[in-house]
């Protein structure tokens, strides 16, 4: 039995007879220094804003802002039409015309 085991392993041990040293391509060591000297630089990082996550949110935050004041002035002037009516009308019925029309666009 050691004597088979022992077999076993001359018969790997011979296998490795024929094998040669594995060559590299030219300037591998070069670039694989380089590489990796590449890789202890400090990384430039682009500015916060200029991210796409923080870009997309801005714009987001930017329309939702535009939008809401869009809709604020529409119902300012939608409130001050009512205002200018209400103020005519009271002036038609007591026949105060001129008077509360110069008032109100001063």
Do not use: C, H
Not at 5 to 25: F, Q
Not at 41 to 67: D, G, M
């Amino acid at each position: 039995m050691n004597t088979q085991n022992n077999r076993k392993v001359e018969d790997i041990l011979n296998s490795l007879d024929g094998m040669k040293r594995a060559s590299t391509p030219a300037y591998f060591y070069t670039r694989l220094k380089a590489r990796m000297e590449k890789g202890l630089e400090p990384a430039v990082s682009k500015p916060w804003f200029l991210r796409p996550a923080y870009a997309l949110a801005a714009l987001v935050l930017v329309i939702l802002i535009n939008a809401a004041v869009i809709f604020q002035g529409q119902d300012a002037v939608e409130n001050n039409n009512t205002e200018t009516d209400t103020y005519q009308s009271i002036a038609a019925e007591y026949n105060l015309n001129e008077t509360i029309t110069e008032e109100v666009y001063k």
